[in-house]
C-alpha cells in the first residue's frame, strides 16, 4: 500500500502544481454528444510551476526509469542481505524523497532527481515480496497470501488517488507530499520494532507456528543468502526464460490501463477530472478483493488434486491476458458507446490484475532461494511498458485525439498479452526446479519432489 501509494500521488498533484494554460482544446470531437457534460474549466487549477506537457510527463515518468534501474540490484539486496532491513531502507527512503518533493519542486532538474531516486528505492518491493513469501509463506497456501499481500497495491492506489484529491482541494497540493511522506515513517518504527527477517529469528510467534514454517515443503531458510548462484542453470532454464518473456509482454495491458486510461477517458470519452478519478479509483478497489479470491481458488483447487501449481499459475496467466485483450478488442471497434467502453475499460482492470497471483510471483516458484535475483531479472524487461506505451501514445495523438490512433495502441498491447499467455501455456512452470538447491542437495530434489506428490495425494483423499 505504501510503495504504491507513493508512487501514484504526483498523478493527481501536478494537477495543482501547473500553470493554467490557454490554448486550442485537444480532446477528440468525434463523439459530439458528450460536450454538453463536459466542462473542463471547473476542475481547473492555477499552479506555481510552468511546466510544457512533456516536462510534466517527464516528472511522472522518470520514475519508471529508476524503477528499471533499481530492479536488478535490489533483488540482490534482498536475497543477500537481511531481507528485514533491505525494505525498512526501501519504505524510508521512499517517505522521505517524498517529503523532499514541494522543495524540490523550485528546480525542475532537481525534482526529475527526486522522482528518479524514488522509482530506484522502490524498485526493491517486489523482489522482497517474493523473497518472504518463500521464507513466511507455506507452499499450500501460497496463491492465497500472495493474493492477499498484492491486494495492497489496488488499496494504496486507491487510497492515495482519493486523499491526493482531497488534500488537493482542502490544503494544497504541498500538503499532499507531506502527509503521504510522513505517515509511512510510523510504520518503519512499528515494522523494526516487532519484524524480523524469517520465522527462524521471530520472537512473537509460538514455536508450533514457527516449526510448521520452517519445515514445510520449499521452505527457503536464513543460509540461502550465502549459496552461491547458479547463473548459467538459471539463464538456461526453459521456464525462467519462459517467465521473462511472459513479465515482459505480459505487464503491458497493467501499464497501460495504470498510465493511459484516465488520458483516454478525458480525450475520448471525454470525462471531467473528478468523475475521471472516480471511475478509475473503482477497478482498484474491486482488485483488492478479487485477487486474493483467485489466489484462494487457485489454493483450493490445488489442495483438492483438480490441477497443479503449474496449471493454476498458468489459469491466473490466462486470466490477466484473454479476458482484458477481448475487452479492449470491443472497446477499440465500439464506437462512442461510453457506457459499454467504461465498463469493459473497468473489468478489464480487474482481470488484469491477476498479473500478481500469475507470473508476478512465479519466481517463488521456480527457486525460492533466489526469489528476489529472479524478480529483479524478470522485471527489468518487465518495467519497459511503462516507458514506451506513453511515448506511442503521444507520438500517435500528436496531431489529435481520435479512435483509429487510439486503436493502434489498444493493437499494440493486444498482441502483447496474447503472447505473453501462448509463451507462458507452452513452457511455463510452477515446479521448484532442481537448481535452487545447493549442489550437494540436488540429489535429493526428486525425493523432495516425490514426497510433495504423495503429500498432495494424501490430502485430497483426506
Not at 10 to 19: E, H, L, R, W
Not at 207 to 219: A, D, K, L, M
Not at 260 to 279: E, F, G, H, V
Not at 409 to 427: D, G, L, N, P, R
Request: hydrophobic share 45%; with cysteine; net charge neutral.
Amino acid at each position: 500500500m505504501i510503495i504504491y501509494g507513493l508512487k501514484v500521488n504526483i498523478a493527481t498533484a501536478i494537477i495543482g502544481m501547473v500553470k493554467k494554460k490557454n490554448g486550442a482544446e485537444d480532446w477528440s470531437n468525434e463523439c459530439p454528444e458528450f460536450d454538453a457534460e463536459f466542462d473542463p474549466q471547473k476542475t481547473d487549477i492555477d499552479g506555481p510551476f510552468d511546466w510544457s506537457s512533456r516536462e510534466q510527463g517527464l516528472v511522472i515518468s522518470i520514475y519508471f526509469a529508476g524503477y528499471l534501474v533499481g530492479m536488478f540490484p535490489s533483488g540482490y539486496l534482498a536475497d543477500r542481505f537481511n531481507t528485514k532491513f533491505v525494505l525498512l531502507f526501501c519504505v524510508l527512503a521512499n517517505g522521505v524523497l517524498t517529503i523532499l518533493v514541494p522543495v524540490s519542486a523550485n528546480s525542475l532538474y532537481v525534482l526529475y532527481l527526486v522522482r528518479f531516486l524514488t522509482g530506484l528505492v522502490s524498485a526493491a518491493n517486489l523482489p522482497i515480496v517474493n523473497v518472504l513469501l518463500g521464507t513466511w509463506v507455506v507452499y499450500e497456501e501460497k496463491s492465497t497470501w500472495v493474493g492477499i499481500i498484492y491486494a495492497g497495491t489496488s488499496l494504496g492506489t486507491v487510497v492515495s488517488i482519493l486523499t491526493s484529491g482531497m488534500i488537493l482541494n482542502f490544503v494544497g497540493w504541498e500538503a499532499i507530499f507531506y502527509i503521504h511522506g510522513t505517515l509511512p515513517l510510523i510504520w518503519c518504527i512499528v515494522f523494526y520494532i516487532f519484524f524480523a527477517g524469517c520465522p527462524e529469528e521471530q520472537k512473537y510467534i509460538s514455536e508450533q507456528e514457527r516449526s510448521f514454517i520452517v519445515n514445510s515443503y520449499g521452505h527457503r531458510t536464513p543460509g540461502s543468502a550465502k549459496m552461491e548462484i547458479p547463473w548459467k542453470s538459471i539463464f538456461t532454464s526453459v521456464p525462467f526464460l519462459a517467465l521473462i518473456a511472459t513479465n515482459t509482454l505480459g505487464n503491458f495491458c497493467w501499464y497501460f490501463l495504470l498510465t493511459q486510461l484516465p488520458l483516454y477517458m478525458n480525450k475520448i470519452l471525454r470525462y471531467d477530472i473528478t468523475s475521471n478519478s472516480a471511475i478509475v479509483c473503482t477497478p482498484y478497489l474491486v482488485n483488492a478483493f478479487t485477487n486474493p479470491l483467485i489466489g484462494r481458488v487457485l489454493d483450493w483447487g490445488r489442495k483438492r488434486g483438480y490441477w497443479s501449481q503449474t496449471v493454476a499459475r498458468k489459469i491466473a496467466v490466462f486470466i490477466s491476458t484473454i479476458p482484458p485483450s477481448i475487452f479492449l478488442v470491443i472497446i477499440a471497434y465500439i464506437g462512442c458507446d461510453r457506457v459499454t467502453s467504461t465498463v469493459l475499460l473497468t473489468l478489464s482492470i480487474v482481470v488484469c490484475g491477476a498479473i500478481f497471483v500469475g507470473h508476478l510471483c512465479n519466481q517463488n516458484d521456480l527457486a525460492p532461494n533466489y526469489a528476489g535475483i529472479l524478480m529483479g531479472i524478470t522485471n527489468t524487461p518487465g518495467t519497459i511498458s511503462a516507458f514506451i506505451l506513453p511515448p506511442i501514445v503521444g507520438a500517435l495523438v500528436a496531431e489529435g485525439h481520435t479512435m483509429a490512433r487510439w486503436r493502434v495502441a489498444f493493437w499494440i498491447t493486444i498482441v502483447a498479452q496474447v503472447s505473453a499467455f501462448v509463451i507462458f501455456a507452452i513452457f511455463g512452470s510452477a515446479k521448484i526446479q532442481p537448481w535452487n538447491y545447493p549442489p550437494a542437495e540436488v540429489e535429493d530434489w526428486d525425493a523432495d519432489e516425490g514426497q510433495q506428490q504423495q503429500q498432495q495425494q494424501q490430502e485430497t483423499k483426506t
